[in-house]
T-cell receptor
Framework: KAGVTQTPRYLIKTRGQQVTLSCSPI?????VSWYQQTPGQGLQFLFE???????NKGNFPGRFSGRQFSNSRSEMNVSTLELGDSALYLC???????????????FGQGTRLTVV | AQSVSQHNHHVILSEAASLELGCNYS??????LFWYVQYPGQHLQLLLK??????LVKGIKGFEAEFIKSKFSFNLRKPSVQWSDTAEYFC????????????FGDGTTLTVKP
């Protein structure tokens, strides 16, 4: 079974631009969560989607948004990029939904975003 | 909201030494606990997890962790480390009401000297 796939692996964008990152969960998984990893802030939760609905959101500005499609694939978008948005963006998928017990997340390799 | 604290930011050990990495969480309800490892240039991999039952859980590569509810702790242990264990280790917690939201500790970088 294929793991969580994130594309692209690397991105370089200019300040002020916008970017879209993609995540394909493990087949059959319906929950997708996004995280930002930086040396200074560690791993920070961005948001979670289940059945095409955002179920949970972290403390990030509105420039960060996401969506989930009917096939459970998810995208996240960052508008008006800032230098501080440079990070590794990780996607994780889970078999069960937000209120389920014993849920384990499987992480993708991430997208390394560099804002110049 | 839950939080996770990892006590050691950087640990340096010689091969064959024993390892214990501390992890404490703050949350008053039922939690699920995880340890992940991130090797250089690789993605997060699950080492072990605790949902319920026996508080001593065994994971891959000889790692184990003990959940002590009274201390809100979930420390990671390995009796004898190898050079290949050099990596960053993250403790994480989820709750049953927010199972899709993992709260991570800041991570511990482990360097094992050959």
């Amino acid at each position: 079974k294929a793991g969580v796939t994130q594309t692209p692996r690397y991105l370089i964008k200019t300040r002020g631009q916008q970017v879209t990152l993609s995540c394909s969960p493990i087949s059959g998984h319906r929950s997708v969560s996004w995280y930002q990893q930086t040396p200074g802030q560690g791993l920070q939760f961005l948001f979670e989607y289940f059945s095409e609905t955002q179920r949970n959101k972290g403390n990030f500005p509105g420039r960060f948004s996401g969506r989930q499609f009917s096939n459970s694939r998810s995208e996240m978008n960052v508008s008006t990029l800032e230098l501080g948005d440079s990070a590794l963006y990780l996607c994780a998928s889970s078999l069960k939904g937000p209120g389920s017990r014993n849920t384990e997340a499987f992480f993708g390799q991430g997208t390394r975003l560099t804002v110049v | 909201a839950q939080s996770v604290s990892q006590h050691n930011h950087h640990v340096i050990l010689s091969e064959a030494a024993s390892l214990e990495l501390g992890c404490n969480y703050s949350y008053g309800g039922t939690v699920n606990l995880f340890w992940y490892v991130q090797y250089p240039g690789q993605h997060l991999q699950l080492l072990l997890k605790y949902f319920s039952g026996d508080p001593l859980v065994k994971g891959i590569k000889g790692f184990e962790a003990e959940f002590i509810k009274s201390k809100f702790s979930f420390n990671l242990r390995k009796p004898s480390v190898q050079w290949s264990d050099t990596a960053e280790y993250f403790c994480a917690v989820t709750t049953n009401t927010n199972a899709g939201k993992s709260t991570f500790g800041d991570g511990t970088t482990l360097t094992v000297k050959p």
